[in-house]
């Protein structure tokens, strides 16, 4: 059973910033790419970032140039470094993992940017 708890959302005023964290219960190395991943309010989830186990990179346009994607194999935890946050951005946001088995989400975690 893979585990993925997401913290680090909150409330945060336009142009500020917040790092998300996603720990997972495996070793991280288990999995061939790992993501985030939000949903607006009323609206479908869309991919934000991935990364690969070899540690290549992609974003979502929206965000390319404030958003930063990483990982800690040794924390077993996934990271998104959030800076210039605009009210876009308000959303629930999501860790995702694949590997072989299968494909696994946390619950999520509420980011609200807004003065």
């Known amino acids: 059973q893979v585990q993925l708890v997401e913290s680090g959302g909150g409330l945060v005023q336009p142009g500020g910033s917040l790092r998300l964290s996603c720990a997972a219960s495996r070793n991280l190395f288990s999995f061939n790419v790992m993501g985030w991943y939000r949903q607006p309010p009323g609206k479908q989830r869309e991919l934000v970032a991935t990364?690969?186990?070899?540690?290549?990179?992609n974003y979502a346009d929206s965000v390319k140039g404030r958003f930063t994607i990483s990982r800690d194999n040794v924390k077993n935890t996934m990271y998104l470094q959030m800076n210039g946050l605009k009210p876009e951005d308000t959303a629930d946001y999501y860790c995702?993992?694949?590997?072989?088995?299968?494909?696994?989400w946390g619950r999520g975690t509420q980011v609200t940017v807004s003065s």
């Open positions: 995702n993992a694949v590997r072989t088995e299968g494909s696994y």
């Open positions: 990364i690969t186990s070899r540690g290549s990179t």
